[in-house]
């Protein structure tokens, strides 16, 4: 049994550690100013890839954020989803409020929250599934 909590500890402490480091990672490249950031015209032009790497980035973290919720709870997914969006809505205001070049963009907030919401999809999906073997 006192193996069991600790690799239960060292699992938590893990999946965490993964949420925090993305939550970081999202931060700084959230925050970076605009001139640093790369501009690929072409990519720019296809179906605005801006607006599905930020989906991309916010489902990876609510799916993150869903390993250490999930732990015998029935709305760990919803939080996951909850969580990652409210966190996406901040990361717009930061740009909006900090001197960095960035502005605050709508579309890319509904982005975030878009991802977040298919990476709660994704999770209700693989739990469904789980329940069902």
């Given at each position: 049994?006192?193996?069991l909590a600790s690799s239960l500890l060292r699992t938590k402490a893990r999946q965490w550690s993964a949420v925090v480091t993305w939550?970081?990672?999202?931060?700084v490249l959230s925050l970076l100013p605009a001139g640093r950031?790369?501009?690929?015209?072409l990519l720019d032009?296809?179906?605005?890839?801006?607006?599905?790497?930020?989906?991309?980035v916010y489902g990876v973290f609510?799916?993150?954020?869903?390993?250490?919720l999930r732990n015998g709870r029935i709305f760990g997914g919803l939080w996951a989803f909850l969580l990652s969006s409210v966190f996406g809505?901040?990361?717009e205001?930061?740009?909006?409020?900090?001197?960095?070049?960035?502005n605050f963009d709508l579309a890319d907030m509904i982005a975030n929250c878009f991802g977040a919401l298919i990476g709660y999809l994704l999770i209700r999906r693989y739990t469904k599934n789980k329940r069902n073997e």
């Open positions: 049994m006192k193996y939550a970081a990672i999202l931060l950031i790369p501009r690929i015209d032009d296809l179906l605005s890839i801006d607006k599905w790497v930020h989906a991309l609510a799916v993150l954020l869903y390993l250490p809505a901040a990361m205001w930061l740009q909006y409020v900090s001197n960095t070049g960035r």
